[in-house]
């Protein structure tokens, strides 16, 4: 007993600061950069190389809804055009906005005011995998550790979508669990949120057009946060949430540990 007192102690304060203090590691994949300009004539490696379809050329766009961060497409680039920064700010609140052609990305803007004065200082949120491998899902699981602390911003997962503001769905809705979707999303009172997270769940991911899917939570309820990944780092995930309820802009979060 005395030596997990101990442990405890020297393990001091975990909670991370949001946003953080420290930058991500360089070796972690976040938002891309693209520079087109280095590009040989007729060069498709990158497309080529893509195994989600996610590169278009002319001009070069990267669909970062399909794109699993893998980074095929990086490696098999012959003139280094391809680059990645450890920025994990990455939500949006269109789809369109995820198709990058540069450095540029339109961030996840705030709610309006009257959905900020019902969601703003508390979010109650359902989960459904529709379908997901259980890596989004773990990401989302992670948000409640020390480390990330969801709900010291007021936001948590609750067991009913009757007792919920909106719904975090992730996976390529499979045929299977479509229904179970559209019931869920019935069951929860309006007004409501939907927050697709994940490759899978903004486009079908790597399932794309696959029969047994319906390429993503936008094929069965309407989603108001866009937030990529292959899964996307708990950070990505938590930023989006408060870019959504306005809680970045005001700054207010800034610090909060
Ligand atoms: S990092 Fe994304 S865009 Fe590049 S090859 Fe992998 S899935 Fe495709």
Redesign the pocket.
């Known amino acids: 007993m005395w030596d997990t007192f101990k442990t405890r102690w020297q393990q001091g304060h975990r909670t991370q600061a949001f946003p953080p203090a420290q930058p991500l590691p360089e070796r972690f994949r976040g938002r891309p950069t693209i520079d087109a300009g280095r590009c040989a004539a007729g060069c498709t490696a990158c497309r080529d190389?893509?195994?989600?379809e996610?590169?278009t050329l002319a001009p070069l766009t990267?669909d970062l809804g399909r794109?699993?961060?893998?980074?095929?497409?990086a490696e098999a680039c012959p003139s280094g055009a391809i680059a990645w920064t450890p920025d994990y700010r990455l939500a949006t609140r269109t789809r369109e906005g995820l198709l990058l052609r540069d450095a540029a990305l339109p961030l996840a803007t705030a709610l309006d005011r009257k959905m900020r004065a019902l969601f703003g200082r508390s979010l109650k949120l359902r989960q459904v995998s529709a379908g997901g491998c259980n890596g989004c899902e773990l990401e989302l699981q992670a948000l409640n550790n020390v480390v990330f602390d969801l709900s010291r911003f007021g936001i948590q997962f609750v067991a009913s979508p009757r007792h919920a503001d909106g719904l975090v769905i992730t996976g390529p809705v499979t045929a299977n669990m479509r229904l179970a979707l559209q019931k869920t999303y019935e069951a929860v009172p309006d007004p409501k949120l939907v927050i697709a997270v994940g490759a899978c769940a903004i486009s079908g991911g790597p399932f794309l057009n696959s029969p047994a899917c319906h390429n993503g939570a936008t094929s069965t309820v309407p989603v108001d946060l866009f937030i990529p990944g292959c899964p996307p780092h708990p950070l990505t995930i938590l930023d989006g949430l408060l870019r959504l309820l306005g809680r970045l802009e005001s700054g207010r979060e800034r610090n909060t540990a």
């Open positions: 190389a893509c195994p989600t996610a590169i990267f794109c699993t961060f893998c980074p095929a497409c």
